[in-house]
């Protein structure tokens, strides 16, 4: 990101931010309510362009990229995690619907979610709530990640 600004009608909240952010690293945006978090992922995957400056990806511009080679290099878990009424296996298995079991428990193990599916009654197959109401907030978020 390189000197972006953006405003919400007249109000600014991203004024004159750089950013880099190296290739396959993690990176954890934190800071107060208000303070422009969400607005900055926002403009990192172009969910709104930018008003002022650039955001870049490999050297080039988001916006010369097509939405959906550009989310294949993003990976987002909001604050608000929406999960389907159906097996944990399938909610995890979202991104990539033919993901054998082995890749759904490989990517269940790296989110820290494994240990706490397999104490439920039907493991990977059990059907969680609409909206995954039947887990916890931090339970959702895991498998959301994963």
Known sequence: MRNI????????IIDGI??????????????????????????MARFWDVQEGEVL???RNVKEYSFDSLMKNFSFVFQRVYLFEDAIANNIRFGEPDAPMEKVIEAAKKARCHDFIMQLPNKYDTI??????????????????A
Not at 5 to 12: A, C, Q
Not at 23 to 43: F, H, M, Q, R, Y
Request: glycine share 22%; net charge positive.
């Open 128 to 145: 969680i709530g609409e909206g995954g109401a039947s887990l916890s907030g931090g339970e959702k978020q895991r498998i959301s990640i």
């Open 5 to 12: 600004g953006f405003s919400y009608d007249k109000r600014k």
């Open 18 to 43: 750089s950013l880099k952010i190296p290739e396959k690293t993690t990176t954890a945006i934190v800071g107060p309510s208000g303070g422009g978090k969400t607005t900055l992922t926002n403009l």
């Open 57 to 59: 990806l490999g050297g």
